[in-house]
C-alpha cells in the first residue's frame, strides 16, 4: 500500500491561527463602514467626475462623449484664467500672514504662564464659527460706511477704503477675513514651541547668541515640522477657497450686484457656478480635476523642498 506525501510547506508563508483569522475578520468588520464610506463617497464620485469630465452633461440629457473638448475649453476660457490668478493671489498673500501671525501669537501665549489656557480656547473659538456665518459678519465688518472696521480706522483720522466695492481692496478685505480662523495653527505652533528642549536655548545662551539668534537657529529649526504642516494644509484650502467668499459676494442677487464679485470671483465659486448654475458637469468636472493636479503639484513640489528646510530631530545632515 502507497504511503500518502505530505506538500512540503512553503518557505517564508506562516499559516494563520484561528485566533489572527478571527482577529482579522473583525477587523476588516470594524474597517467596513469606512471602506463603504470611501467607495461610495470619494473614490466613487472621483471616478464618475474624471469620466464626466470627457463628456458633455447637463443632468437633464445623458451625458455625451466629448474627448478633450473640455480642456480645451478651459485652456481658453478668460473666466477661468481670471478666478485661478484671483485664486493663487490670494493664496500667496494668505499663507504667509496666517503663518507669521499665528507663530507670533503663538509666541505670546507660551509666555502668558497660567492663563494659557484660557487664552489658547479664546484664539481657537472663532475655529468653530459656521463659514456661513464668518461671511455674514464681515460682509457687515467691511461695509464702506457702517462697518465696525472703517468706523476704527476714522477715529484714528484714517479714511477707510471701499473693502467689498473698489476691486483694489476687495482681496485684502478677504484676506483680512481669513485671519479670523487661523486658531488652529495657533494651537499647532504653541505645541510645537512648547517641545523645543530648553537646554537648547541656554546651550545658545551660553553662546552667546541673542534673542534673534535663539529664534532663528534654535526656535525655528526646531518647529520647522510643524511650519512646513502648516504651509501644506494652509496652501491646500487657500486654493479650495469657497463658503465665506460665496456668502459675502454671490449668496444673493441683491448682494452680487452691489459689490465686485468679479474680483472676488475664486476657482471653486466658477466651479460651482459652471455645476450647479449653469448645469455644466462636464466642464465643472474638468475644472475640478484641474484644480486636483495644481493641488497635486504644489504639494509634491512643496514636500521636495522640504528636504532643504525642514529639521527632524535626529536625523543626520
Known sequence: MASTATAPPVPGRRR????????????YLFLAPWIIGFLAFTAGPMIASAWLSFTEYDVINPPEYTGLDNYRELMADQQVARSLGNTVYYTALHVPLVMAVSLGLALLLKRVGRWQGFFRTVFYLPVMTPAVAVGILFLLLLNTQDGLINRGLALVGIAGPSWTTDPDWVMPGIVLMSLW???????????????????????????????????????????????????????????????EVYTMYFGNRETQNRFNS???????????QEAFQFLHMGYASAMAWLLFVIILVVTLVQVKLSNRFVFYEGEDR
Request: aromatic share 12%.
Open 262 to 272: 468679479d474680483a472676488a470671483s475664486f476657482y471653486v465659486i466658477h466651479l460651482f
Open 16 to 27: 494563520r491561527t484561528p485566533l489572527a483569522r478571527r482577529e482579522a475578520r473583525w477587523a
Open 181 to 243: 480662523s487661523l486658531g488652529s495653527t495657533v494651537i499647532i505652533y504653541l505645541a510645537a514651541l512648547q517641545n523645543v528642549p530648553r537646554d537648547l536655548y541656554e546651550a545658545a545662551s551660553i553662546d552667546g547668541a541673542g534673542g534673534w539668534a535663539r529664534f532663528r537657529h534654535v526656535t525655528l529649526p526646531m518647529i520647522s515640522g510643524a511650519l512646513f504642516f502648516t504651509l501644506i494644509v494652509n496652501t491646500i484650502a487657500s486654493l479650495q477657497m469657497f463658503t
